[in-house]
Structures are given as structure tokens and as C-alpha cells.
């Protein structure tokens, strides 16, 4: 009888421990191939499994939640060498960029697939500018922080696929955050250099020169073949404007006389367009144009850039819960990189 209880005693424990091993919560900005390669599951057979088993429990664009506890698809042994191996090279192929906060400053390179690009980043405004300003209640929303989070997705999703990224606005102190209000700050600098202070028209193209001349600088520099721009601005509609009611899908700009940059803004909406479809099936048909303008830092910018308009942070319902939602930030963030993903195989 004591052999019979030690025993079940023995496979009670056994189960406790597998099923520990087999569920655990990601880290901040984790996306699922990530959180599988740190759980030694990195070939692709997991990551169907994987969306199988949490279908229920993921966020928008198949994002991961903080605090969720998802499970994990079991490892095959036959791979258990391989998988070790893998993560030990794979652990080896890190990075440091302070901007993105203490928790995300050390991050994972996980694959090579924008070896060889360099990307400039600039958010809208900051600095003396917080640029479009939108009220809930007594909290004031402004674009620059939105625009800025993004952005710092966006640098890190880049990064981890092999990229050299040049972050233009950067703020010392605010990493990517989670929180639905972002605290509002004047602490943005273009790489450290405080930004052009005043609110005329004139002080506006001094702070725009300040930007594509630190892109151009920067640009000159490198070696990389393949170099584009991106700056990342929220929409926003006059009060008076009735159609501040009215969603506004993400829209790009690009200067007239730059095929590359009509290029990008083409497949970055064609991108959009997609995961849109895949993630929102139930949606009436995205909208978000690409156009031709002529604006300051298109015109002046050496590199092929494009000018996206990410959502009215007037709108109240769907474009304000696209910028207010973490994850919604985060999805926009993979979305872009997608795209530019694909204008870098298109052009390399």
C-alpha cells in the first residue's frame, strides 16, 4: 500500500511539474516566434500549434497579451539536439538600445531578414510640439507621445530582424509603454539636439530641417544599399469637423518625384490592406490611400521616405481605441514591418 501511494505521489508531482513546463507568460513587446525561441521552440511546426492552443486568448493581429499565461506546444524529442543548439546561437545575437526602456533594452535578433537595410525613424512633433491634442475627460492625448511609442515598436521589431535603425526622436526617459494614457513630456530631441523651440511657420521648417539633416548626415555615413525613411504622424480633425466622427484608415504619403518612395507607400498600404482583412474580416473595406505630396522632409530627405498617417486621434471610437490600445500599438508596429519587409526583398 505504501508503494501504491508513493507511486501516485510520484506521477501527481510529474504532471505539476510538465504542466508548469508547458504554460508561461511572455515578456513586454514579445511576439509569438520570439516567446516560442525562448521556450526552445523554434522551428515552425510550433508556431501552428502554438496559435491552435491560444486561439482564444490572443490580441489583435495574433499579439501577445502581458499577464496571460498561454500554453506551449510540446517539444518533440527527436528535435530536443537541435532545438538546444539553436536557442545557444540564437541566444548569442543580442542587442542594447536604452530607448526602449529597462525592460526591453536587451533584445533578441531573431532572424537576418533585414540584414543589410537601414531604416531612419522619426515620429511626429515633440520637443516645444506635442502637435495634434485630443481631451477624455481632463486627460489630454498628444500625438507626439502616440507617434513616438509606435515608432519605438517599430525600431525594435526592425532591429530583431537583422536591421540598422537610426531613431531621430528620442526621449531619454519614456521607453515603449503599456499604458492606455501616455504622460505628456517636452523631453524629445532629434539624437540629443534639443529641438527647435516656437510655434510660427518659420520655426516649423527649422525644426523639419533639423530632421532631414540629421537623416542626411546619417545617411551619408552608411553603406547600406537599401536605406528608407519613415516618419510616423497621427491625423487629427478640427472639433467644427463633422467628419472627426468618421474612422480614418492609415494613409502614406510620398513626394512626387521619388518612385522608391511611391513604391514603399504602396506596399506598406497593400500590407495594411491585408492584415487588415485577416485580422478584422468583419470590417468594411480599408480605404487608406497613398498620395503624392510635397511635403518638407519627403523633399528634402536623401533617402526614400514615406510620411504615414496612423489614425484621427480626434475619433472617439475606432481610430482613438487603434492608438489608446497596447496591443493595437503593437499590431501597427508589426504591420509596418511586414511591410517593409517586403519593399526590402522587392528592392534589394
Given amino acids: 500500500m505504501r508503494k501504491i501511494l508513493v507511486l501516485l505521489l510520484f506521477i501527481a508531482s510529474s504532471i505539476l511539474f510538465t504542466f508548469s513546463q508547458d504554460a508561461a507568460s511572455p515578456l513586454q513587446g514579445e511576439g509569438i516566434h520570439a516567446f516560442l525561441r525562448r521556450h526552445n521552440r523554434s522551428e515552425n511546426e510550433y508556431y501552428q500549434k502554438f496559435i491552435e492552443l491560444n486561439r482564444d ?3 489583435t493581429d495574433r499579439s501577445l497579451k502581458r499577464g496571460v499565461s498561454y500554453r506551449l506546444p510540446p517539444l518533440v524529442k527527436t528535435n530536443s539536439v537541435k532545438q538546444t543548439n539553436s536557442t ?8 542594447t538600445e536604452p530607448l526602449f526602456g529597462k525592460d526591453l533594452a536587451k533584445y533578441e535578433i531573431v532572424s537576418d531578414r533585414l540584414k543589410g537595410a537601414c531604416f531612419f525613424l522619426a515620429s511626429g512633433h515633440g520637443g516645444p510640439d506635442p502637435g495634434a491634442i485630443a481631451k477624455v475627460g481632463n486627460i489630454e492625448l498628444h500625438e507626439d507621445e502616440y507617434a513616438y511609442d509606435i515608432m519605438l515598436r517599430l525600431a525594435l521589431n526592425l532591429l530583431k530582424e537583422g536591421a540598422t ?3 531621430i526622436t528620442q526621449d531619454a526617459k519614456d521607453g515603449i509603454r503599456d499604458d492606455e494614457y501616455l504622460s505628456n513630456s517636452d ?5 540629443g539636439e534639443k529641438i527647435h523651440p516656437g510655434y510660427t511657420k518659420k520655426d516649423q521648417s527649422l525644426r523639419l530641417k533639423q530632421q532631414s539633416d540629421k537623416i542626411n548626415s546619417l545617411s551619408k555615413k552608411s553603406k547600406a544599399k537599401y536605406q528608407r525613411a519613415i516618419f510616423l504622424h497621427l491625423d487629427s480633425r478640427s472639433s467644427k469637423d463633422p467628419s472627426q466622427k468618421r474612422p480614418i484608415d492609415m494613409y502614406f504619403y510620398y513626394w512626387t518625384g521619388s518612385a522608391k518612395g511611391k513604391q514603399l507607400a504602396n506596399t506598406l498600404k497593400e500590407t495594411i490592406y491585408a492584415s487588415y482583412r485577416k485580422a478584422q474580416p468583419e470590417r468594411e473595406e480599408y480605404k487608406g490611400p497613398t498620395k503624392e505630396r510635397d511635403l518638407y ?11 504615414a498617417e496612423l489614425g484621427n486621434i480626434q475619433n472617439e471610437g475606432r481610430d482613438r481605441q487603434r492608438l489608446l490600445n497596447s496591443n493595437n500599438r503593437q499590431a501597427i508596429a508589426n504591420w509596418l514591418r511586414d511591410g517593409l519587409i517586403k519593399d526590402y526583398n522587392d528592392n534589394k
Fill in 57 to 59: 486568448k490572443l490580441g
Fill in 88 to 95: 545557444k546561437q540564437t541566444a548569442l545575437r543580442t542587442g
Fill in 165 to 167: 535603425v537610426h531613431i
Fill in 187 to 191: 523631453r524629445e530631441t532629434y539624437m
Fill in 297 to 307: 522632409v519627403l523633399r528634402n530627405t536623401k533617402p526614400a521616405a514615406v510620411f
